[in-house]
């Protein structure tokens, strides 16, 4: 049973962030800020597919200055995310933000700070403190910056940048700390996941500020799927984090949904909408299951709003079985499917009707939960596997050719001789 750390709680608008709140999943708008119409578009599409929290970039007092106007627009919290430019901070401050992000890399000035502090502290604002390897080195200070480049390009890169990284999270929170401000969220971003992973558990050892879990600079999604979720997954997982931002070099509306999964999937939040499960297909499919699940995917996501698990399933082989913990499921045969809700079999239809069929039935077991005369998860009826000679032809007979030719299948089940 995961047992989450116990942190301090901060509101960003109407969102908790930290002690007994569920993780919050954010994403950043990859748009200019001041281009009003595009970033109060980009903020409500990012609101629509579960961000709780959306960051903005202001890096001109053009983007402060809108503001105002797309915060008239928008429901979900805005953050403010500041670099170099401590008066922007002032600004969207004053403009109404809901917790504003700076940079101990490039906004350090004590008194600079203390303006922020205190500004946010009138609006009782939260602050996050984002450390990020990428502006962790010392800019002003030639030979301090000379220290520090040599210590992160020698042996044991990852143990120094640590090491920097804490300390330069310490100092700074050193300013917060004279000021008796405490309304704070801490990250500690790397693009190296395992540095991520000892980042965020030393800090967690020391401080009960709530964290935002991030990997910096993580690539396309191709790959920075991979290198941000497992970090992350780690973390949440020893009950490390209150915020998530998965980020790509994509549109940012992926880094919601997979945020969202990733919680999902460790059971940090309930679904909302279908969950969808299938096989990977395999030399026994005899339907075009690739297809099928995208445009059950599609469907799923355009009508069904319970999470419902639906399972799409290419034979029999696995199919029964991972079928029965599905509330709707289809498993395919020879061009044709068979659907079962609850473990009852309720439809054989040839494969050009699979889709309409399962979508009617997903949409009618939705309503008997709606209506109370179903509920979630609860199988009534055993499925039992068709007959091998089956009423879908159901590639059964390719898995009774490798068994007779002493084929290695790891199947278990029976073979019927014809
Ligand atoms: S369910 Fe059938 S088609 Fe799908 S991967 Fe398993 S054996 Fe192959």
């Given at each position: 049973m995961m047992v989450r750390?116990?942190?301090?709680?901060?509101?960003?608008?109407?969102?908790?962030?930290?002690?007994?709140?569920?993780?919050?999943?954010?994403?950043?708008?990859?748009?200019?800020?001041?281009?009003?119409?595009?970033?109060?578009?980009?903020?409500?599409?990012?609101?629509?597919?579960?961000?709780?929290?959306?960051?903005?970039?202001?890096?001109?007092?053009?983007?402060?200055?809108?503001?105002?106007?797309?915060?008239?627009?928008?429901?979900?919290?805005?953050?403010?995310?500041?670099?170099?430019?401590?008066?922007?901070?002032?600004?969207?401050?004053?403009?109404?933000?809901?917790?504003?992000?700076?940079?101990?890399?490039?906004?350090?000035?004590?008194?600079?700070?203390?303006?922020?502090?205190?500004?946010?502290?009138?609006?009782?604002?939260?602050?996050?403190?984002?450390?990020?390897?990428?502006?962790?080195?010392?800019?002003?200070?030639?030979?301090?910056?000379?220290?520090?480049?040599?210590?992160?390009?020698?042996?044991?890169?990852?143990?120094?940048?640590?090491?920097?990284?804490?300390?330069?999270?310490?100092?700074?929170?050193?300013i917060f700390h004279v000021r008796n401000f405490h309304d704070l969220v801490i990250s500690a971003k790397s693009i190296d996941p395992l540095l991520v992973i000892a980042a965020y558990t030393e800090i967690s050892r020391r401080f009960d500020y709530p964290l935002h879990l991030g990997v910096t600079h993580a690539g396309p999604k191709e790959t920075g799927t991979i290198r941000s979720v497992v970090p992350l997954g780690t973390l949440l997982t020893n009950g490390i984090g209150d915020t998530i931002r998965i980020s790509y070099a994509n549109d940012p509306i992926y880094e919601v949904q997979d945020g969202l999964e990733l919680l999902y999937v460790l059971g940090l939040r309930p679904r909302r909408g279908a969950e969808l499960i299938a096989c990977p297909t395999c030399g026994r499919i005899q339907v075009d299951l690739f297809t099928l699940v995208q445009q059950v995917n599609r469907k799923l996501k355009e009508e069904i709003t319970l999470p419902l698990k639906v399972a799409v399933m290419g034979c029999v082989v696995n199919g029964p079985g991972e079928c029965e913990g599905a509330d709707v499921a289809i498993f395919a045969g020879d061009?044709?499917?068979?659907?079962?809700?609850?473990?009852?079999?309720?439809?054989?239809?040839?494969?050009?009707?699979?889709?309409?069929?399962?979508?009617?039935?997903?949409?009618?077991?939705?309503?008997?939960?709606?209506?109370?005369?179903?509920?979630?998860?609860?199988?009534?009826?055993?499925?039992?596997?068709?007959?091998?000679?089956?009423?879908?032809?159901?590639?059964?007979?390719?898995?009774?050719?490798?068994?007779?030719?002493?084929?290695?299948?790891g199947l278990t089940l029976p073979v019927v001789s014809r």
């Open positions: 750390r116990k942190t301090r709680q901060v509101k960003v608008g109407a969102v908790p962030l930290g002690g007994d709140a569920p993780v919050v999943v954010q994403s950043m708008t990859s748009g200019y800020t001041h281009e009003i119409d595009n970033c109060v578009r980009e903020i409500n599409k990012l609101a629509a597919a579960g961000a709780d929290i959306v960051r903005v970039a202001v890096p001109e007092r053009k983007d402060t200055e809108a503001l105002p106007e797309i915060l008239r627009q928008v429901t979900v919290p805005i953050v403010a995310d500041v670099h170099f430019h401590f008066q922007r901070a002032l600004e969207a401050v004053e403009a109404g933000v809901h917790k504003i992000r700076l940079n101990p890399g490039n906004i350090s000035d004590r008194q600079q700070v203390e303006r922020v502090i205190d500004a946010c502290r009138e609006r009782r604002l939260p602050i996050r403190i984002g450390v990020n390897e990428g502006s962790i080195v010392e800019r002003r200070d030639k030979q301090k910056r000379r220290r520090e480049l040599a210590a992160v390009f020698g042996d044991d890169r990852q143990g120094r940048l640590l090491a920097i990284m804490i300390a330069k999270l310490e100092e700074y929170l050193e061009k044709r499917g068979i659907i079962y809700v609850q473990g009852e079999k309720v439809a054989n239809v040839p494969e050009e009707e699979i889709l309409d069929t399962l979508l009617e039935h997903c949409k009618s077991f939705q309503e008997r939960v709606r209506r109370g005369e179903a509920r979630l998860g609860q199988k009534s009826v055993d499925i039992i596997p068709p007959a091998p000679e089956g009423d879908v032809g159901s590639g059964y007979a390719k898995i009774v050719e490798e068994k007779r030719s002493g084929a290695r299948t």
